[in-house]
């Protein structure tokens, strides 16, 4: 199988050897009805062998259990495992096309969820309790503790929930991932006292997941690297999202708003998220930091810039290309990268003592500024809420960006009433689009609406979202709308495939008049 | 005017006399075009004189202002504003009518917040500054401290803020008020440490707001009492909803999930609120605490019954009644209550390390659950979000309550889609109406939507609404919608005036079928 001198010198566990099975084996533990605990964040760090097996396994003995992970999954592992049928109940994140459709065809219950409540309702025996957990690692201690590989996510809550842990040694992920970890649990209510992170480099835990070793049921070995990003270079409309956030942010800092450090960055992850991040290597910025969830290629190209101190996040996700020049000179960043459990990179608390500048993408927003991350015409999920909750409402500066149209203008990003609401106009201070930005805080509803149509809205759509307004303005109230109209926009969608017939209607009036 | 033996009494300030004033002459400090902080919270402790006096002066001198308080004002002062045309814009949150109709007008512009941020986002200069804070005392220290009355609210965030403080002395507060309050500020950010509260009962700060006296601009002795709150019996249906939740609550004990002291309990404000915590008097529950904004009639029902240990808020609201019983005997409970700043009874973190559980009302919401707490019919502002999001979001259980109907059963609560979202169904975890309870912990939003249908809606509009659910699912979707329908409920409602309509369509379509 794998060299069993590369192993040992991994596994500093007297007994490992004893634990020692194949992924087949090991997903035989996993048994129909369970609640499993995977590790796994945006692509990274992710059980890859024994969730294959139990795919595989899936196809000549049906079972079906409930799937949790910290976030999303690599090597398809979401694809297989619906594929096979293994997937009664999902949470809380996913990306995976194939399992979008079996939750949106009501195949697989979906429990979308704030990322960092997800152990915190399982502490709380508010969810079901993990039967087994599955944990990627790069080591085991001498005490049978789990070092995690590239992201920390829920896997220290699952291996100490579950009943038997299944660990997936990982030769593929550097051992030098091993330090890097900071493992920490909340104390169980209600003596829990505060949780002492005061800046993204605070160490407040332990490098390792230290269980009850005879938790451990299994040992498999694996040699599977992450899937690499899938980051697209920016294209222009994302660079001048990117260039109106940094054109704020430096008049923020030459005002004396913000001090050339900023506040800590949080940023979603994807495109638009590294272009951003991107933009900070320019302008009066320094001694930046990150405490956000994951550390994408933009984070290492800031740090290498020395405009960023030190990072914090809950995984690590490259791009194949940054991949190589980093996780072979691990090292060269060890004392400015923390990666912690989810529940603490997204921690209410603590995201609102640092004061965290999130960023975030929508998939649609109205014009009052209430924005939909999640469900394409209000009924089909795309990904999940994801950590934008945990942020958006208690960020110093919560800001979304999105294009201003998709589908090549056929469909507007900004409309007269969301789909489907993840943020409300409370947790959403600045909204920005292609064409410029919507700076909304301390402006009532109606103010609001003028600045988003003015500022984001695509001028091809403005005229037909200003006339909606004033239309709602002239019937009153606080949040004018007319509700007849109000989710139109997203019918005409479903019905004709696009909203442009509100851009020829408005033409047309507008002629008339 | 008053007696200068007792207003002196009250005064260990020396420069006392020096700084005393007709409201009049204080009000006059209050410009055109100036932001003014003022003390009060859901009808408690707000300055009074002086508002009174700027809103007469207003009529022969007109001026409009900004105006900032805790939340909701007594004494009719936000009609008494209103009328005079003071009032430009208007934050957090307000509950007057006359008001109501000005911001549905579009006359005030009224800026609807969660009431653990407003001076969070003053401190960072995201609101603009504080011109001159009007502070109601029950005393004046030696160094010129101003000791609060029966609110806490954003009194001491407005009276650091501000260049000029005009301090409201009102002898009719009881001087045993000094020593309640726990004034506390989180440090400026990236310096910010923890907020030491780790159980109801932690104090953190000082008892009295302890202001630059060069600030105090103006003393005006008052002699008007709070207006008593507005609390009514329960009716049936309240009484219903309270049952319901007494009997879970109940069997959470029996089973183990909470012991017999539950977890700290936050309650909104009103009749619904006041019925449901006086049914812990009966039952399995003991040693309670509280961790809420106001502290009603209830509160201290149930310290008097020895159920409850201690209590936490930022301001007590008392019916007349109850209030001769409390005002009097304060030394009784002066072990047994704190009152803290708005920002730390509310404050993300606490709710989340405490654990507590949070009892909202709601004014609708959707069959996914999520839950629309001000807006009627999507556009007219009821009062504002207040406390509930602070508390829902972070809450160790997030349950809200409604009557199934309102107007006489021509409006169901419960409606295909909500109208306007303040809490999405990520923060909701239990609705109760009184038909039924529904706990929507780990489900997915086609599972929550037939608990709620079952359980919670109105035997009148069920068929109604499991007929849009059935005919959503067919369409497909994470969260399936009609959306040509989805808002119709309440455009039906803004033409006819009544949902009804959809019984009957409802009971048509099943005599043809």
Not at 151 to 166: E, Q, R
Not at 228 to 238: I, Q
Not at 414 to 421: D, K, L, Q, T
Request: aromatic share 6%; with cysteine.
């Amino acid at each position: 199988m794998f060299d069993e001198a590369i192993t040992a010198q991994r596994c500093q566990w007297a007994p490992w050897q004893s634990k020692l099975c194949s992924a087949e084996q090991a997903a035989a533990l996993i048994k129909d009805g369970m609640t499993v605990g995977m590790s796994g964040f945006t692509r990274a760090g992710e059980a890859k062998a024994v969730p294959m097996a139990l795919a595989e396994m899936a196809k000549t003995n049906p079972l079906s259990i409930t799937l949790m992970t910290g976030a999303s999954l690599g090597n398809d592992l979401d694809r297989l495992l619906t594929e096979a049928n293994v997937l009664a109940r999902r949470m809380p994140f996913q990306v995976d096309s194939t399992l979008r459709k079996a939750i949106n065809d009501g195949k697989v219950m979906f429990i979308d969820q704030h990322l960092s409540e997800t152990v915190e309702q399982l502490r709380n025996h508010q969810l079901p309790k993990v039967d087994v957990a599955v944990i990627e690692a790069c080591a085991i201690t001498e005490g049978g503790g789990i070092v995690p590989t590239t992201s920390l996510g829920n896997s220290a809550s699952f291996a100490m929930d579950a009943d038997k842990v299944i660990i997936e040694l990982n030769l593929a992920a550097p051992l030098a991932l091993q330090g890097l970890h900071d493992v920490y649990f909340p104390e169980m209510r209600p003596e829990r006292t505060p949780v002492p992170v005061v800046a993204p480099n605070s160490r407040i835990g332990g490098t390792e997941i230290a269980i009850d070793p005879s938790k451990i049921a299994a040992i498999v070995v694996s040699n599977i690297p992450d899937s690499p990003s899938t980051v697209l270079p920016p294209d222009e409309e994302t660079q001048s999202i990117a260039d109106h956030l940094i054109k704020f942010f430096t008049y923020e800092v030459e005002s004396g708003h913000l001090t050339p450090s900023l506040l800590p960055l949080q940023a979603g992850i994807g495109t638009m998220a590294n272009a951003v991040m991107s933009g900070f290597a320019h302008g009066p910025f320094k001694n930046l930091t990150m405490y956000s969830e994951v550390l994408q290629d933009c984070t290492f190209d800031l740090l290498d810039a020395g405009v960023m101190d030190f990072a914090s996040g809950c995984s690590i996700t490259l791009s194949e290309e940054r991949g190589k020049t980093v996780w072979n000179n691990l090292d060269k960043y060890r004392d400015r990268l923390i990666l912690r459990p989810q529940e603490i990179s997204n921690l209410p608390e603590v995201v609102r003592r640092l004061g965290i500048i999130a960023v975030n993408t929508a998939l649609e927003a109205d014009i009052y500024g209430n924005v939909n991350s999640t469900h394409v015409c209000g009924t089909r999920m795309m990904n999940g809420v994801g950590g934008s909750g945990d942020f958006a409402r208690n960020a110093h500066m919560s800001i979304f960006v999105t294009k201003s149209v998709a589908k090549n203008g056929d469909i507007s990003s900004f409309v007269p009433f969301v789909s489907h609401v993840d943020h409300n106009e409370h947790d959403v201070d600045i909204l920005v689009s292609e064409h410029g930005l919507a700076d909304l805080r301390g402006l009532a509803p109606r103010e609001r609406a003028q600045v988003i149509i003015n500022n984001c809205v695509d001028p091809s759509y403005r005229p037909a979202l200003q006339a909606y307004f004033d239309e709602a303005c002239e019937r009153g109230g606080h949040t004018p709308h007319c509700l007849e109209k109000a989710l139109s926009w997203h019918h005409a969608v479903n019905v004709e495939g696009s909203m442009r017939s509100f851009i020829k209607e408005q033409e047309l009036a507008e002629a008339e008049a």
